[in-house]
């Protein structure tokens, strides 16, 4: 996490006039019909897998 946060665009002088682009640091899927962001893997090369809805995992122990 704290890489990816070093990574992020910085400003000396926070403001509302200017809008961060987080498309590079975010993913999304659809799970349920519905439209999940989460934050993107911050190792090259690697991603995450979509998650899956609620209760749709087989019980494990």
């Known amino acids: 996490m704290a890489a990816e946060l070093l990574g992020m665009p910085r400003?000396?002088?926070?403001?509302?006039?200017t809008?961060?682009?987080?498309?590079?640091?975010?993913q999304d899927f659809t799970v349920g019909g519905r439209i999940v962001?989460?934050?993107?893997?911050?190792i090259p090369g690697f991603s995450f897998a979509a998650p899956?809805?609620?209760?749709?995992?087989?019980?494990?122990?």
Not at 19 to 26: M, S, Y
Not at 52 to 61: K, N
């Open 19 to 26: 809008e961060i682009d987080t498309a590079p640091h975010t």
């Open 11 to 17: 400003r000396f002088q926070p403001g509302p006039e």
């Open 52 to 61: 899956r809805a609620w209760a749709t995992d087989a019980p494990e122990w």
């Open 37 to 42: 962001t989460t934050a993107r893997a911050a």
